[in-house]
Nanobody, 118 residues
Framework: VQLQASGGGLVQDGGSLKLSCAASGSIVIINTMAWYRQAPGKERELVAS???????NYADSVKGRFTISRDNAENTVYLLMNSLKPNDTAVYYCYAHTVIYSGALDVWGQGTQVTVSS
């Protein structure tokens, strides 16, 4: 199973970006999909997560600005980021807890850089 993330880039303070992450491989079902981020010198932190049934969870720092969504048929998760701030600058990683034919698997994407300039 592989995750391919895209959509990062450079944006000005107050701007918007939309990240996408598509899973591929021999997947039975993906239970949880999520976005994490890691800024320089900091630990990786959860940004938002979504379950197969559509339950969403957000970090307090992004509530009201970021929206996570998913397309279960396409095994894809999205992160719409509005009102971006310089402290949102980080490498964003997608994550999926997948069920495959031989068991369960935690999978990480390669990361995509988001830079917000002031």
């Amino acid at each position: 199973v592989q995750l391919q993330a895209s959509g990062g880039g450079l944006v000005q303070d107050g701007g918007s970006l939309k990240l996408s992450c598509a899973a591929s491989g021999s997947i039975v079902i993906i239970n949880t999909m999520a976005w994490y981020r890691q800024a320089p010198g900091k630990e990786r932190e959860l940004v938002a997560s979504t379950t197969y049934g559509g339950t969403h969870n957000y970090a307090d720092s992004v509530k009201g600005r970021f929206t996570i969504s998913r397309d279960n048929a396409e095994n894809t998760v999205y992160l719409l980021m509005n009102s971006l701030k310089p402290n949102d600058t980080a490498v964003y990683y997608c994550y999926a807890h997948t069920v495959i034919y031989s068991g369960a698997l935690d999978v990480w994407g390669q990361g995509t850089q988001v830079t917000v300039s002031s």
